[in-house]
């Protein structure tokens, strides 16, 4: 299976990073996770490659903040009839009722039509641990975030843990998984800087820092740690200080572009 990165930014999409949305592929099947404004990449290659021939679509939702899910509204133009599943947390997760959690954002009057009048639409719900999609393990887990989040674990594959908290138990989550992409919203040198202080506050609220993430995929033991969900207010060279910093703790971190492609090792 292969992955490929089609928005790694948080918040607001910018012109060289859409907001989150990741596609894992084989022959076989292609999983999305997240619909953020990256859904669009799925209109041109390499990502509209994805859709060619007879691949099932499964799409995950960590949570129903609107630059995750923006992309829903998509749907009917990039999938052209072609059935899609979506799958949302169980209510126990998020206290959200999984029967009006996306029927209640695609709707009028936000939208021409609703979620359901779309045949080849449907939605399914995940409990919290193991669960079997298209032949492939799926792990949830709740996170702690503003309206609550999950991680998604695909095999022993990929780990997605994005808009939360730095928890020291994505690193058991996470543990022996070849990749874990993780939100990195800071650095984190700002929490030296005592001007930076209101920031950092706001921040780890509901977000981490890249030298926090760095030593949870040091004590899971990943293969790969990629950071993303960049906060869009800062720059190419922020991100790339990120990585430099994150290094210092686990050397395998990246910061990558935009349509990036990865192995992922079963």
């Known amino acids: 299976m292969r992955l490929m990165l089609l928005g790694t930014q948080g918040w607001i999409p910018t ?19 997240d619909a953020g404004t990256g859904l669009s990449r799925f209109l041109q290659p390499p990502a509209a ?14 949570h129903y903040h609107l630059d995750h899910v923006c992309g829903l509204a998509y749907l009917p133009g990039i999938m052209q009839g072609k059935p899609v599943v ?12 999984p029967e009006r959690g996306v029927p209640d954002l695609i709707r009028r009057p936000f939208n021409p039509g609703g979620f359901r009048d779309h045949p080849n639409f449907d ?26 989040t999950v991680a998604y674990r695909l095999d022993d594959r990929m780990v997605l843990a994005t808009d939360t908290v730095a928890d020291g138990q994505t690193a058991d ?3 022996g998984a070849g990749v874990l992409l993780h939100e990195a919203w800071l650095d984190g040198v700002e929490e030296d800087d005592p001007t930076q202080r209101e920031f950092v ?43 430099s910093a994150a290094r210092e703790t686990f050397a395998e971190t990246y910061v990558y572009p935009d349509l990036q492609e990865l192995e992922l090792d079963g």
């Open 15 to 33: 012109p060289r990073r859409e907001t989150t949305c990741l596609a894992v592929h084989d022959d076989e099947v292609l999983f999305i996770f």
């Open 49 to 62: 490659d994805l859709l060619d021939g007879g691949r099932q679509v499964h799409l995950f939702l960590t």
């Open 86 to 97: 979506v799958y949302v947390p169980e209510a126990g997760l998020n206290s959200v009722d």
């Open 123 to 148: 939605i399914q719900v995940l409990r919290e641990g193991a669960n079997e999609v298209a032949g492939h393990a799926v792990r949830l887990r709740s996170q702690c975030h503003p309206d609550t």
């Open 173 to 175: 989550f996470a543990g």
């Open 201 to 243: 506050e706001t921040a780890y609220r509901a977000h981490s820092s890249a030298r926090q993430v760095s030593g949870i995929a040091s004590a899971a033991g990943v293969g790969r740690l990629v950071l993303m969900h960049l906060n869009p207010l800062r720059d190419e060279a922020y991100y790339s200080q990120m990585e």
